[in-house]
């Protein structure tokens, strides 16, 4: 039998202590403030930049290219000259056709002069009242001359009037099929040029069927914005939806909107695809950043932490947009969740936190 079995040690022994339950691990997180505050209810989509307006040019007349007047690619306004055709053929029966009514004209005034003559006679019985008619049939029908030659003449004067071709719209200007020295005919079949119009623009796009109602009842209310960009490019041009489509696309369940973007420093592209966003209101909901969300087999989830410690709460979530996800159920304004360091925790875990920097 040993001392140690009687509870004392014997002489010269050192007394050990219980061993202590180790220390529960403390999980340093990120956290975020819930925040009440005003959100716009939006609707994102693909879109496609189309003009206004595209012209293509053509010639009226077969003549040769005998001048070209703009740069590729270039802006060009309404009435701008762009291309100027060979006219010295159009010059020579306009100069034919004025001396036409020039001897018509005088014609006429040889025939007035013997309407005068034989109408004297006529009075004093010198000559027969026949002659006088002639005269009179003879004017008539100098007059009549006139009036064909100068119709002759106002056709040539339009056809001159197409040997300089401006640019019937204001836009963006292609490169041109043609150059100086091409004869060109109006049976071609591509055209001389092609101006788009770019500012302002067209932006179609579509939205789902479910929103249709609630994209309706703002453009009644006026509330409804809308804002283009293309993918990468941080310039977005604004606008308003200008068109409605009057059907559903049985298809795809879509819905199509055009909008008119004014388009001024031209930053939307004729045939670009671009990110649409649809703002239909805005209105107040309690808000968290989006990487304080977890999902797990019941659906989303945050860790909520107080008094440092971090427990699992169910929410439901509303939307999430620009960075923000908007709760509709299961947090309150001024509850702390956290935002980074979720992998670490579980329901109860002790935490150190720290306040997320804002813009982080």
């Known amino acids: 039998m040993t001392a140690s079995r009687y509870g004392w040690a014997p002489f010269g022994a050192v007394a050990q202590a219980p061993p202590l339950p180790p220390a529960q691990r403390v999980v340093p997180v990120e956290v975020a403030k819930v925040v009440k505050q005003r959100v716009p209810v939006r609707v994102d989509a693909l879109g496609t930049v189309t003009p206004i307006a595209s012209v293509a040019i053509k010639s009226r007349l077969e003549t040769m290219i005998t001048g070209v007047h703009f740069t590729d690619g270039a802006r060009v306004k309404e009435g701008e000259l762009l291309f100027t055709l060979d006219s010295r053929a159009i010059e020579a029966q306009i100069r034919q056709a004025e001396g036409v009514i020039a001897r018509d004209r005088a014609q006429l005034e040889g025939a ?53 071709i401006a640019s019937p719209i204001s836009g963006r200007i292609g490169s041109p099929t043609v150059r ?27 939205v789902p069927q479910r929103v249709l109602t609630e994209v309706r009842d703002a453009m009644a209310e006026g509330t409804v914005g809308v804002e283009a960009a293309i993918p990468g490019s941080q310039k977005a041009a604004a606008g308003r939806v200008t068109m409605f489509d009057n059907t559903v696309d049985a298809t795809t369940g879509m819905v199509s909107l055009r909008a008119t973007m004014e388009n001024a420093d031209e930053a939307l592209w004729p045939g670009a695809l671009v990110n649409t966003r649809l703002t ?40 999430t947009a620009d960075g923000q996800s908007v709760i509709g159920k299961g947090l309150a304004e001024g509850e702390m969740v956290v935002t980074d360091g979720q992998l670490l925790l579980n329901n109860g875990s002790k935490v150190a936190p720290r306040e997320t920097k804002a813009g982080s």
């Open 180 to 206: 100086i020295g091409n004869f060109v005919r109006p049976a071609d079949l591509a055209p001389l040029v092609t101006i788009n119009q770019t500012a302002p623009i067209y932006v179609a796009f579509g």
């Open 280 to 319: 239909l209101r805005v209105e107040e909901a309690v808000v968290v950043p989006a990487p304080a969300l977890q999902v797990g087999q019941g659906g989303s989830f945050v860790y909520v932490v107080k008094d440092g410690t971090a427990s699992v709460r169910p929410v439901t979530v509303v939307r």
């Open 112 to 164: 007035e002069r013997d309407i005068r003559r034989f109408t004297e006679l006529v009075a004093k019985n010198a000559t027969p009242v026949t002659n006088l008619d002639n005269a009179k049939t003879q004017a008539d029908t100098y007059r009549a001359n006139i009036k064909t030659s100068e119709a002759i003449l106002e056709n040539l004067n339009v056809q001159l009037s197409y040997t300089r």
